[in-house]
């Protein structure tokens, strides 16, 4: 089994910066890629960021250029660097990971893994 914890998130202001971590525990060979999924009330759950195992990554069009993933494989560690957070980036943040990224015509796609974390509240209010 695999175990995913999240930290990290909280109440910000529009305009600041939190960073997320997510730390893979168990058997950890069953992890491929990782990514970040967030979901509002009364929203589906959506993909923000995924990350491959050698790095390559890939983001929704609604978080470029304000949100970074990583991952430290030695460490069994997904990061999510948010800043220049909006109102409208409120949500449950999950950690997910599972399978490999599927590449298909020159873009990555992330399918939803087998392995969640528990989600942490990222609040952005003034």
């Known amino acids: 089994q695999v175990q995913l914890v999240e930290s990290g998130g909280g109440l910000v202001q529009p305009g600041g910066s939190l960073r997320l971590s997510c730390a893979a525990s168990?058997?950890?060979?069953?992890?491929?890629?990782m990514a970040w999924r967030r979901q509002a009330p009364g929203k589906e759950r959506e993909l923000v960021a995924g990350?491959?195992?050698?790095?390559?990554?890939s983001y929704a069009d609604f978080v470029k250029g304000r949100f970074t993933i990583s991952r430290d494989n030695a460490k069994n560690t997904m990061y999510l660097q948010m800043n220049s957070l909006k109102p409208e980036d409120t949500a449950v943040y999950y950690c997910?990971?599972?399978?490999?990224?599927?590449?298909?015509?020159?873009?990555?796609?992330?399918?939803?893994?087998?392995?969640w974390g528990q989600g942490t509240q990222v609040t952005v209010s003034s």
């Open positions: 997910n990971a599972g399978g490999p990224a599927l590449y298909q015509r020159g873009t990555y796609y992330f399918p939803p893994g087998d392995y």
């Open positions: 168990g058997s950890k060979d069953r992890i491929n890629a």
């Open positions: 990350i491959t195992t050698d790095g390559t990554t």
